[in-house]
Each structure stands twice: as C-alpha cells, then as structure tokens.
C-alpha cells in the first residue's frame, strides 16, 4: 500500500522536473531560475547554449526522482534515503550550477 502514496506523490514530481528540463531546452528565450525572475536576451550571450545548459542540469536533478521512484518499488526506505540526499544535495548542486551557466554565458557589459 505505501507504494502506491509513493508513486502518487513522486510521479508527478519527478515529471515536473523533467518537464522543466525538456521546458528549458525547446525554450527560444532565456531560462529564468529562480521563480517570480526573469533573465532578459540581452544579459545572455548564446541563448541556445545557455537553455540547453539548464535543461541538462534540470533534466540531471530529475534523475534522482526517478531513480528514487522506481527504488521504491522495490526497497522503500532506501529510496526515502536517496530522495532525501537528492534534495538536500541537490538544491546546492543547482544553484552552484546555474550561477557558472549564468557566469559563462552573461554577456559583458
């Protein structure tokens, strides 16, 4: 029974980052980062490159989702352990990685 509330809340969220991922790589403007910001055309030098950097990193932090989703089909608390590190690391992971994405492809002033 526990799998099933498992899949339930980590389909979804799982989906949600890979959707961001594929959102960031088919975008023609700027990926933003941080919700409620926007990055204008004008700060970023290759916006191709800059949206496929961020749709790799994106689709990277998924990973862990769905390798925490299927874990847990098979062995639960192994699987709670590896979201919980995937969260807890994976946050820093992200903004470490999106501010040398930002630094390389900034454009200079």
Known sequence: M???LWLVIMLPVSALFTGLGIYALK???PMWFWSGTTVKE???T???AYN???GIMWLCYSGIF???TILG???MPAAGILVAIGCLGGIPFLVFTYGKIYAKYKAKS
Do not use: T
């Open 2 to 4: 526990g799998w099933i």
């Open 42 to 44: 004008n700060e970023i």
């Open 66 to 68: 769905w390798a925490g």
């Open 46 to 48: 290759d916006i191709p």
């Open 73 to 75: 089909l098979f062995q």
């Open 52 to 54: 496929r950097a961020n």
């Open 27 to 29: 975008s023609r403007k």
